[in-house]
């Protein structure tokens, strides 16, 4: 199973966006999926339900910044060279898709932000929503920017 399939499993198990592609990534870098699940389950729904940056995406670079972040705090260099190669994915994604942001990407004018409540995950779900097709994406674009690098 590739890992546009296996996130697209997680998603339509009921995992957010940013779960499910964080999740089909977690294995390659020794991270428990439960931990994985955890550590991303903040960022479904565009960041908690507000219809921010879209999940997918944080997905995205959370896993480009297991493999290629940087972790000593005054190297100008190393932090421009993660931040170049996240707003290239970024792009990417955009040109792709339309845009990085949940909201828009979900054509939704006014988010609500208090009070939010996840969507019941089904076929009414998948079929108004381009979700799973984010997060196919998603998944497959990170994949071929790791075995590029």
Do not use: W
């Not at 996130?7 to 940013?18: E, H, I, R, S, T």
């Not at 020794?30 to 565009?46: A, D, P, R, W, Y």
């Not at 421009?80 to 990085?100: C, P, R």
Request: glycine share 10%.
């Amino acid at each position: 199973m590739n890992k546009s399939e296996k996130a697209v499993n997680l998603f339509k198990q009921g995992y957010n966006c940013c779960q499910a592609v964080f999740g089909a990534f977690c294995e390659d870098f020794g991270i428990n999926l439960e931990q994985g699940l955890k550590l991303s389950s903040s960022f479904g729904g565009g960041m908690g339900g507000m219809r921010e940056v879209c999940g997918a995406v944080s997905g995205m670079f959370m896993v480009l910044g297991l493999k290629y972040g940087y972790s000593v705090s005054d190297d100008i260099n190393l932090k421009k060279q993660h931040y170049d190669l996240i707003q290239k994915v970024a792009k990417k994604f955009a040109e792709e898709n339309g845009s990085i942001i949940c909201k828009e990407l979900l054509g939704i004018s006014k988010p609500k932000i208090d009070g939010y409540i996840p969507a019941q995950r089904n076929a009414e779900f998948f079929k108004k929503r381009p979700c799973v097709e984010l997060v196919a994406y998603a998944a497959t674009l990170i994949e071929q920017f790791l075995n590029e690098i």
